[in-house]
Nanobody, 115 residues
Framework: QVQLVESGGGLVQPGGSLRLSCAASGSRFSSYHMGWYRQAPGKQRDLVARITAQGTTNYADSVKGRFTISRDNAKNTVYLQMNSLKPEDTAVYYC?????????WGQGIQVTVSS
């Protein structure tokens, strides 16, 4: 089992950047597929970006070209670099780990894009 803790959120102006981190405890982190999801008030939780254990990435259309997901298996951490942020990126961002059909979620972290 893995425990996930997000960090790096906060308030940023439109056009700004943030980098989210998700630190994982437990073993076998390199075997997990990892993802970032977000949920805005009154909306469902949607996939933002995902990186497989093999390093394959995919992104929601709304963030392609602006966000980059990466992982450092030596540090048991997955990152989400967010550039050119827009007000519509405002949401609670969640880290998710997937292994053998089991899903593990972090507690979520707020990202607010506002002037």
């Amino acid at each position: 089992q893995v425990q996930l803790v997000e960090s790096g959120g906060g308030l940023v102006q439109p056009g700004g950047s943030l980098r989210l981190s998700c630190a994982a405890s437990g073993s076998r982190f390199s075997s997990y597929h990892m993802g970032w999801y977000r949920q805005a008030p009154g909306k469902q939780r949607d996939l933002v970006a995902r990186i497989t254990a093999q390093g394959t990435t995919n992104y929601a259309d709304s963030v392609k070209g602006r966000f980059t997901i990466s992982r450092d298996n030596a540090k048991n951490t997955v990152y989400l670099q967010m550039n050119s942020l827009k007000p519509e990126d405002t949401a609670v961002y969640y880290c998710k780990g997937e292994l053998l059909s089991r899903n593990y979620w972090g507690q979520g972290i707020q990202v607010t894009v506002s002037s």
